[in-house]
């Protein structure tokens, strides 16, 4: 009966959506939007639990047809690479839903399109079918594009068409990427596990080439450089809590199209060109965090941004390594990095509402003034630059030991960025929190209120929680990645 | 030869319904004294014959003969265009209710000449023989430019009436010399016995000759580059209802001809591939200076009218294909472009009474005034710009898989970058409506009126479920294209 939950998952947020916008006045709004994305956290939490891990593999698979003609039918269910991402984005839309409890703009609207935007990053991760996974995929674009440009801040238009242009342009080449593998393995279907049977017999090039049109697409969307252009803009003009979601889950959605698509359907074409990945994730690594760093004096949400673009780049490096530790440790990685790019927005988004800054230097000397943001801000710094006991650790700490064996050079210098990140968090903090308090201008500032403290205890509960016992997600991707990197075994 | 039967009549009945009720309207409204309020018993009763129409031609599903000596087929493949035509003509009309109050000119004018109108591009697709299309396509061009020009006091009315007027009779002529060169070569008229002599192995210049000049002089017709001159003009121009209804039904039926006569007439032989790579070339370049010069537009009928040239370059795709599959998609494509644009023009139609003029900035912070009405033109460029899971996603991804299918993996690919880049234009528009804020405060509120509602809801309705439920629709696509190339 489970396989129905996972529809509960699917499709919960979209009946809550349709309930908004029949009877979402006001206060309605939020609390519809409360309730059906408490449900799926629940139905997701309870799933999560379920999953066998001794068998493994796909679960929870069921079938509905769609367009039999062509081949593609809704078929869904989740393995240990998804089923941790799926919960990420429950756990994550629960928190945003709270997070903006008192937004007054168009408040319908709003959870409207956050509870559609949820259905359609859950369905990218639970789609079995190419088409789907598309379909899915292009979903998440315009209720973004509307969070972005309408709740954003002062070129949030800007913003919002440069999200839209740069993500369509590469799921372009996805389309035609998918079109391709469909074409070519003639097999008639969408069925991921058929295509991918067919797909793995093709000739090399054609795997090159294939996995090119994917890897734009998903590029894109981590981003890796040099695709990542778009990305602080978005979030420097997104809301808070829409950067969040952002950075938290939307990105993962790239790196898991890496693993899911790319890797496991064309292992050939990942094996050739694992030497440009593994130097674009470098180069992502090393030169987000100094474009972070260069953001000392400037946008504190901005560095975080970069720094998203710089942690994502640990995810590629990890892939690169074509093994099971590698990869456990990119899929950790998303997961982790989900967790405490969350935290540390949410902290951007605490000391903005307070400060109506987000210029690093204007701030200075605040600890006193809000303490429990500081310490909620100073454990999500110590989270991000990989402190043992937090699970930031285990993401990175995977993925330096899975890509050490295959790519030791470029995990030094890797490792090395780590500096750069204690760097830039540890200025960062200093500058905002420690120094002299300008009291005339900062007098009336209040610390977190009750429902404020729930969000960041509650995500630093995760980080924490899973940073002692890694198993908890660990074990489950591990089996998630395991029949993938079998493939490049021989 | 046999001789004239009830039978051939039978088989014309939605046109000569739609022909002889046209003329019904007009006399009425003479013994009407002459009011205002005369639109809505106009609407109601060019309604009754389209419905009346659909019904006969529903009842001619499934039929495979010709009439009147071999002049006109009746097939699936007509009868898929005729419902195509009686759909948008439907639509167009019922949209347009409050906006043939307002410009107050006569209403029985309006109705009949579409009515007419209609009734050509039905004769259109059913054409089986050169002179009948010539002829349908007359009927149907004249009426066109008349309605383009029916708003007499508006200046921009007249000038696309004018224009459309000379640049189709310019055509027209070159259509007849392609004509006129496809007789002398061949003796015959009739497309399948212009096929059966047409199959020669070599090329030759004569009939490449007439070939040219038919592409050409149909070039004009469905407003593929570099004859597409006179589009932007003529439907910026016109009045909305009048564009809104060109750009589908008088596109499709262009189409359905282009593809009777290419398919029937010139499908064997050397011929086929040489018009087969001339489209693929036309495709190419009417989708890039479409979507390139829609990207420039600020006056939105102007941008519908560059974006309506791009996805006549798409089309093309599948006709280059040169296959069943590629027409079954081209049908479907015309399907779900006929709800998917008349439902843009319908919100355009509706606005047209509480803005000034087409342009962008018009429309800005819409949504906050007309939230179903900005929604609805959202999912309308949405769906043009072909993203999922709408309608038009649907109809792009037959279509590029059609041609992928045949081997254009270059025109693919070419198409799929040219959507991408077509999303922009359509999403500034969106942007306009929901991020921009109003122009001036205390705007009213909109009113959509009953009639228009309905063009609104259907057209959204199509939109939304035709590319989730495609099934049946490419059923019937497929049908239709199985119906023509037999």
């Not at chain 1, 969040?244 to 899911?260: D, E, F, Q, S």
């Not at chain 1, 830039?424 to 209120?449: N, P």
């Not at chain 2, 699936?76 to 005729?82: G, S």
Request: aromatic share 12%; proline share 4%; hydrophobic share 60%.
């Amino acid at each position: 009966m489970e396989h129905l939950l996972l529809h509960v998952i699917l499709w919960g947020p979209a009946v809550g959506a349709l309930v908004t916008i029949l009877a979402g006045q006001g206060m309605f709004a939020r609390v519809i939007a409360l309730i059906s994305t408490g449900l799926t956290l629940v139905s997701a939490l309870w799933l999560y639990g379920r999953y066998d891990l001794v068998t493994g593999g796909t679960q929870f698979e069921s079938v509905v047809p769609f367009i039999p003609q062509i081949g593609s039918a809704l078929r869904i269910g989740v393995d240990g690479v998804s089923l941790p991402l799926v919960l990420l984005n429950c756990i994550l839309t629960f928190l945003v839903v709270l997070m903006s409890w008192k937004f007054e703009l168009r408040p319908q609207l709003y959870f409207v399109l956050v509870q559609f935007l949820q259905m359609a990053v859950t369905g990218v991760f639970v789609s079995l079918d190419l088409l789907v996974f598309f379909l899915f995929w292009e979903l998440e674009l315009v209720p973004m594009f509307l969070l972005i440009g309408i709740w954003g801040g002062v070129r949030r238009e800007y913003a919002a068409m440069k999200f839209i242009i740069y993500t369509i342009a590469g799921s372009a080449f996805m389309l035609v990427g998918i079109l391709a593998l469909y074409f070519t393995t003639g097999v008639g279907t969408f069925d991921l596990f058929l295509v991918s049977d067919a797909a793995r017999a093709l000739p090399v090039a054609a795997q090159v080439l294939m996995f090119l049109l994917l890897f734009v697409g998903f590029a894109v969307k981590v981003p890796i450089f040099p695709f990542h252009t778009w990305l602080p803009d978005a979030h420097v003009e997104a809301p808070t809590p829409i950067s969040v979601l952002l950075a938290g889950i939307l990105l993962k959605m790239g790196g898991y199209g890496l693993i899911r698509l790319c890797m496991t359907l064309l292992p050939e074409g990942a094996r050739v060109l694992v030497p440009l990945l593994v130097i674009l994730g470098v180069v992502s690594v090393v030169y987000g965090a100094m474009l972070a760093l260069a953001q000392i004096n400037g946008d504190l949400k901005k560095m975080i941004a970069y720094s998203s673009v710089s942690h994502m780049g640990y995810v590629v490096l990890g892939l690169s390594a074509l093994t099971v530790t590698g990869m456990q440790g990119a899929v950790m990685q998303m997961f982790t990095h989900g967790t405490i790019t969350a935290l540390l927005f949410t902290m951007v988004g605490l000391v903005y509402d307070r400060t109506h800054t987000r210029i690093i230097p204007e701030m200075g000397g605040l600890a006193p003034k809000m303490p429990f943001i500081a310490v909620g801000f100073v454990m999500a710094g110590l989270a991000s630059l990989g402190l043992p006991g937090m699970n930031g650790f285990i993401g990175e700490f995977l993925v330096f030991i899975g890509a050490f064996e295959v790519w030791p050079v470029y995990t030094a210098i890797a490792a090395f960025a780590i500096v750069l990140t204690a760097g830039y968090i540890t200025w960062m903090l200093m500058k905002v929190f420690f120094g002299t308090l300008d009291e005339h201008k900062w007098h009336d500032l209040t610390d977190a209120d009750a429902r404020e403290k729930f969000v960041v205890v509650a995500l630093l509960g995760i980080i924490i929680l899973t940073g002692v016992y890694p198993s908890a997600v660990a074990d489950m991707i591990a089996i998630g990645v395991a029949p993938i990197a079998r493939l490049f075994a021989a | 030869m046999n001789d004239i039967t009830l039978r051939d009549a039978l088989l014309i009945m939605p046109e000569i319904v739609l022909a002889v009720w046209a003329s019904v309207i007009l006399t009425i409204d003479l013994f009407l004294p002459q009011s205002k309020s005369n639109h809505r018993l106009m609407l109601l009763l060019s309604l009754i014959g389209i419905v009346m129409a659909m019904i006969a031609t529903l009842t001619l599903a499934g039929q495979n003969t010709t009439a009147f000596f071999g002049t006109v087929i009746v097939d699936n493949f007509a009868v898929f265009f005729k419902v195509i035509f009686l759909l948008a003509a439907g639509l167009v009309l019922l949209s347009a209710e409050n906006f043939l109050e307002r410009v107050g000119e006569n209403a029985a004018e309006f109705c009949g000449l579409l009515l007419f109108c209609t009734a050509g591009l039905m004769f259109m697709a059913s054409g089986y023989e050169l002179m009948t299309i010539y002829l349908a396509l007359e009927v149907s061009s004249l009426s066109l430019a008349f309605l383009a020009a029916w708003n007499k006091r508006e200046l921009r009315s007249s000038e696309a009436g004018l224009k459309f007027f000379v640049l189709s009779a310019v055509s027209s002529g070159i259509l007849l010399f392609g004509m006129a060169l496809m007789y002398g070569i061949t003796g015959s008229t009739n497309l399948r016995e212009i096929g059966r002599i047409l199959t020669t192995p070599t090329i030759q210049a004569a009939p490449l000759l007439a070939m040219s000049m038919l592409i050409a002089g149909f070039g004009f017709k469905i407003a593929a580059v570099p004859f597409q001159m006179w589009t932007p003009d003529v439907y910026e121009g016109a009045p909305t209802p009048v564009t809104a209804f060109m750009s589908v039904a008088s596109k499709a039926a262009g189409f359905a001809v282009v593809i009777r006569i290419f398919d029937v007439a010139l499908g064997s032989g050397a011929i086929q591939a040489v018009w087969s790579d001339l489209f693929v070339v036309l495709s190419l370049l009417t989708m890039t200076v479409g979507n390139l010069a829609a990207l420039l537009q600020t006056n939105l009928k102007r941008m519908l009218a560059y974006s309506s040239i791009a996805h006549v370059g798409y089309m093309l795709m599948g006709l280059a294909a040169a296959s069943t599959f590629g027409l079954s998609s081209v049908l479907f494509y015309l399907l779900v472009y006929a709800f998917t644009n008349i439902g843009a023009f319908a919100v355009i139609i509706v606005m047209s009474r509480y803005v000034e003029g087409e342009d962008l900035s018009q429309y800005a912070g819409l949504a906050r005034r007309a939230p179903l009405l900005s929604f609805i033109l959202a999912i309308c460029l949405l769906s043009l710009a072909g993203l999922p899971p709408l309608a038009g996603f649907f109809s792009k991804m037959y279509l590029f898989w059609a041609a992928a299918q045949a081997g254009l993996y270059i025109t693919v690919v070419w198409g799929v970058l040219n959507s991408a880049i077509s999303l922009y234009y359509y999403a500034r528009v969106i942007k306009s409506m929901y991020l921009a804020e109003p122009a001036a405060e205390g705007q009213s509120s909109v009113s959509v009126g009953m009639a228009p509602a309905v063009s609104l809801a259907a057209a959204a309705i199509g939109v939304l479920i035709i590319g989730l439920l495609s099934g049946p629709f490419i059923q019937a696509a497929t049908g239709a294209a199985n119906s023509i190339v037999k």
